[in-house]
Structure formats: structure tokens, C-alpha cells
């Protein structure tokens, strides 16, 4: 048998693991709780919050963790090692224990005088960006390191300043995985539970995200609604991925 048959079997299990658990969720969903959600405006809510809040942890993820991505992919120093591993941090910790580091310095007093991040959108965004960021950053970094500086030297050879070489050689070859590393990041920061309960508190109409907003839903006894928000926000996010793979797959955004 081939490799790639055997690893065609393997794709198949995975396929059929993950259309099982969503395919009995559609099952049991009733319909009627998926349409009376477009009229819950406590749902609605917290879909403009987490939205809001992830779209904003991105940004801040790309300002910071593509040009991280960068020094990590072409510094060889121990300290840019040290740094690599550091990164990894938000990955290997609960969001609960993010959580409650975040709380911890959001209530030291000279962040307190400075501004107060508990319970605000601010504060939510900051502990989402916390969690997602090193999807950026190593997305950015791996990207980075399979595209050899010689092309911004020829490029500069040909009278392309600093950064014209590097945006027209590396950044644009570098450019379909860094957009997947920001596609994670906006995933992983709308799909935040733990960090942004602890700091945001979960306040409804405020600080409540989708997750949250069904996590509440559960607890107060009213699965059916929890379940119709959980498969249409599985049903959106499908069709979300779908769509920016094929407009980063089209390159409208590098051409």
C-alpha cells in the first residue's frame, strides 16, 4: 500500500471523527432555536463583541508578531532562542491561569491609576490578543525562514531601497502563510473563553462573547439554545475559513 493511501486512511478516521460530533449536534438542533437566535439580542451581542474584540487582537497580533516572526526567523542569537521558547508560553498555559496573571497586573495599583482594564473591552482584547498572539508570531517566523535573504540582495543590487526588496521579495512570498497565521489568531481570538471571562467578566450586553454568551446559556438550563448558537456559530465559521482561504488563495490583498 502506498503512503499516501495509508495517510488517505488516516485523513478519512480524522474526517469522520469531526463530521460525527457536528453532524449529531445538527441532528438534535431544532431549527426553530437557530432563527429565534437572529431575534436574541443578548446573542447578538455578544457576536458584535467577540468580533469586535478578536478583530482587534489580531491587528494588535500582526503589528507586533510579524515583524517578531521576522527577527526570530533571521537572528541566530541564543537570545532570539530564549525568545522563541518564551513565545510559547500563551500556548502551553490555561487561559484560566492567563486569566488571573492579567488580573493580577490589571489590578496592581499603577494600572490602575493609569486606566482600569477589568470588566472593559479593552481588558477582554488584551487577554484574547495574550492567548492568540504565537500563532502570529510562529506563523510569521516559519514563513520568514524559507525565504533566503539573497532575494532582497538581488533586489537591492538592482537599486530597490531596504524596504521595497523586502516587501517585493520576502514579505510577498512570505505573504499566504503570514495571512494563515492571522486567520488562527482571529479563530483562536474569537473562540476565547477562559482569559476573557476572568478579565472581561462576562457581562451581558458588555463584556460577553459568543462563547461566554453560550456558557451562560448552559448554565441558566436552556441547552437548546446553547446548542442552536454552537452550531450556527460552527456553520459561520466554516464559512468564514472558506472564504479568506479563497480570497488569500486569489492574492487580492499582495497583487
Do not use: C
Request: net charge positive; aromatic share 16%.
Amino acid at each position: 500500500m502506498r503512503l499516501t493511501q495509508i495517510s488517505f486512511v488516516f485523513t478519512i478516521i480524522l474526517t469522520l471523527f469531526l463530521v460525527s460530533i457536528i453532524a449529531y449536534g445538527f441532528i438534535k438542533v431544532n431549527p426553530k432555536d437557530i432563527v429565534a437566535l437572529f431575534g436574541d439580542g443578548e446573542f447578538l451581542s455578544a457576536v458584535w463583541f467577540g468580533l469586535k474584540t478578536s478583530s482587534m487582537a489580531t491587528m494588535l497580533s500582526a503589528v507586533f508578531g510579524i515583524p517578531s516572526g521576522f527577527f526570530l526567523a533571521r537572528s541566530n542569537s541564543m537570545f532570539s532562542r530564549i525568545l522563541d521558547s518564551f513565545f510559547d508560553i500563551p500556548l502551553i498555559i490555561p487561559p484560566l491561569i492567563v486569566g488571573t496573571l492579567l488580573l493580577t497586573l490589571f489590578n496592581a495599583p499603577f494600572i490602575k491609576s493609569f486606566y482600569s482594564f477589568i470588566f472593559t473591552t479593552a481588558g477582554a482584547t488584551i487577554a484574547q490578543f495574550f492567548v492568540a498572539f504565537p500563532f502570529s508570531v510562529k506563523a510569521s517566523k516559519n514563513a520568514f525562514e524559507l525565504i533566503p535573504p539573497t532575494y532582497e540582495r538581488i533586489a537591492m543590487t538592482l537599486g530597490a531601497s531596504n524596504f521595497s526588496s523586502f516587501y517585493d521579495t520576502t514579505f510577498k512570498l512570505a505573504f499566504s502563510s503570514i495571512m494563515s497565521g492571522l486567520m488562527l489568531t482571529w479563530l483562536r481570538s474569537l473562540g476565547e473563553f477562559g482569559a476573557t471571562l476572568m478579565v472581561g467578566g462576562g457581562i451581558a450586553y458588555k463584556t460577553a462573547n459568543i462563547p461566554i454568551n453560550i456558557y451562560l446559556k448552559m448554565t441558566e438550563g436552556n441547552f437548546n439554545e446553547g446548542l442552536a448558537a454552537s452550531i450556527l456559530i460552527v456553520v459561520v465559521s466554516f464559512v468564514a475559513v472558506i472564504v479568506i482561504k479563497s480570497l488569500f488563495r486569489r492574492r487580492w490583498f499582495i497583487d
